[in-house]
């Protein structure tokens, strides 16, 4: 189960990737290697020295992801690997940057992939999927090891090693797009004509990272759920786990779910249809204290929801705030799996105690507290404001990523598209609606935002839960469509798994629109729905 929650988390495929059609369609005709497989002379990117260069033929086929995140994507034709080994003059770092060159059909464009968690860059999976659909794809270790791995953290004086973590924030995914680009244009005899990023969870906070710090990278960034407010974000998801041991309340799994369930059912006819959605979580006041005293069968066992449960449920989605009541950051939303943050298990006598996400309890101990065997169950609620503020007095300008002023970006041309799940368990996506916020206010509301950067919410949607889970979205086609032809989307079409698990159809609304019923028409159907404001917007 705990793997499970980690690949969850960290944005990856837990089955065989399929090929979105339109994405995979090129817009011009494929494009001949100009050679065979071989290393080409590459420039260093500034900053760093080029160590090695080397390149091997790939039969391609069924490529099994590396790590923790795995997965697995099938039907990948032969490519060319290079990879470019990459140092920081003075920081001892050596990151390998990886470019696959389909050995035919290239489409004409140049793809990089994003990470997961504590990794910077793709375990294989997506670059795989990338040149199945036709792309020349790059990306990067940035030196540092697997998703939850972060034995590179800190030093051998326990301090932080400010190197890779740069490499994890920022520069790394910079240094990759130099190289790649550099590959693609030796071994193709030509610049690929367009440049994309491609990235969920970390990823998806690497591309927002690319649009305010270096603009001029890609001409669409495709940044879904993304990490955004790192420094705040991260000590935020540690609330549950400080709320369940300061009130020494620990509910199932089972219970949780109860909970979740009484929400949605309250919530569901928001917008005008019994859908088994929510479609606009941030609206639901569900109050959980309407199920104390309830019955609820866990395990075969009757168990009566407590004022204590209810409390626990109450806090956890109203999120984490001082002791004076000051909001520090959105809770766990209506609707998601509260088990993902709020997690148990038993210890060695039995006694059920808190079982905390390995990113956020990750974070805790290694970068603030710097004593990886520290154990996070004892933070107090004001030890956790100390926390949250230490998190950002420190981090926030190396890895917070909330730059809202786009205006480079914009003036060059770029587009950036997100989606964000609105039953995400892990990032809550009020942190992103309130990044688009303050970019409204930044740069002049929101028709002059939309001409470049749009946001969709994902209704009842969980972390990266749509075209790398059981729903689907062709998002990469909408941006590719709208970089090259111009056709920014007003909409986009994709298959959502409601809370009974059926498959339904729903345009996916521009922010920020909701969706409505039309009053007619079945449920499951996207036509039966319209995208309108919210009211009092």
């Not at 009130?247 to 928001?270: G, H, I, N, Q, R």
Request: proline residues 5%; contains cysteine.
């Amino acid at each position: 189960m705990k793997r499970f929650l980690i690949v969850l988390a960290t944005g990856a495929a837990l089955a065989a990737v399929n090929l979105p059609t339109a994405a995979a369609e090129p817009s011009y005709g494929s494009v001949p290697a100009a050679s065979g497989c071989s290393a080409p002379a590459v420039r260093a990117p500034a900053g760093t020295r080029v160590e090695s260069v080397t390149a091997a033929s790939r039969e391609g086929g069924t490529i099994d992801g590396t790590g923790v995140v795995g997965g697995t994507v099938t039907g990948v034709p032969a490519f060319c690997e290079v990879t470019v080994t990459l140092t920081h003059p003075g920081d001892g770092d050596r990151a390998a940057v990886r470019t696959w060159l389909p050995v035919s059909g290239w489409n004409g464009r140049f793809q990089a992939l994003g990470g997961s968690a504590f990794a910077a860059g793709d375990n294989g999976v997506g670059m795989g999927t990338a040149v199945r659909n036709g792309y020349a794809a790059t990306t990067t270790d940035g030196g540092l090891a697997d998703a939850i791995d972060v034995g590179w953290a800190l030093n051998a004086k326990g301090e932080v090693d400010a190197a890779l973590l740069e490499n994890l924030a920022s520069r790394s995914q910079h240094e990759a797009a130099a190289v790649g680009k550099q590959v693609v244009a030796a071994h193709f005899g030509r610049q690929a004509s367009y440049s994309y990023f491609n990235g969920c969870s970390t990823g998806g906070r690497q591309g927002y990272m690319e649009a305010q710090r270096y603009p001029d990278d890609f001409d669409g960034i495709l940044a879904n759920a993304p990490a955004v407010g790192w420094d705040r974000f991260e000590v935020a998801t540690l609330w549950p786990q400080v709320v369940m041991n300061n009130e020494k309340t620990y509910p199932s799994a089972c219970e949780f779910k109860a909970f979740s369930d009484a929400a949605v059912a309250a919530c569901d006819p928001l917008d005008g249809a019994r859908d088994n959605l929510v479609n606009d979580a941030s609206r639901c006041d569900f109050d959980p204290r309407r199920l104390i005293g309830t019955t609820v069968v866990c395990d075969g066992k009757e168990l009566t929801v407590t004022a204590a449960d209810a409390a626990v449920v109450r806090k956890i989605w109203d999120g984490p705030r001082t002791a004076s009541g000051r909001r520090l950051w959105s809770g766990v939303p209506v609707g998601a799996d509260l088990s993902g943050l709020a997690g148990t298990a038993p210890d060695t006598n039995g006694q059920v105690k808190g079982a905390p996400f390995p990113v956020p309890r990750l974070w805790a101990t290694t970068w603030l507290k710097k004593q990886p065997s520290f154990d996070v169950s004892t933070i107090t609620y004001d030890q956790f404001t100390r926390l949250f503020e230490q998190s950002r007095a420190e981090y926030g300008g190396v890895i917070g990523t909330d730059d809202p002023d786009l205006s480079v970006f914009r003036d060059s041309g770029g587009k950036l598209l997100t989606w964000h799940g609105q039953a995400d368990q892990f990032i809550p996506a009020q942190g992103t609606v309130e990044y688009r916020r303050q970019v409204e206010r930044t740069m002049g509301g929101t028709g002059r935002v939309d001409d470049f950067y749009r946001l969709f919410l994902a209704p009842g949607a969980a972390h990266c839960g749509l075209n790398k889970g059981a729903g689907t979205v062709d998002d990469l086609a909408a941006l590719t469509a709208w970089v090259e032809r111009g056709r920014a989307p007003r909409t986009l079409p994709a298959t959502l798994i409601d809370a009974a698990g059926r498959s339904v159809a729903r345009d996916l609304c521009r922010y920020p629109e909701v969706s409505r019923y039309r009053g007619h028409g079945d449920p499951a159907a996207a036509s039966s729905f319209r995208c309108v404001l919210p009211s009092g917007h």
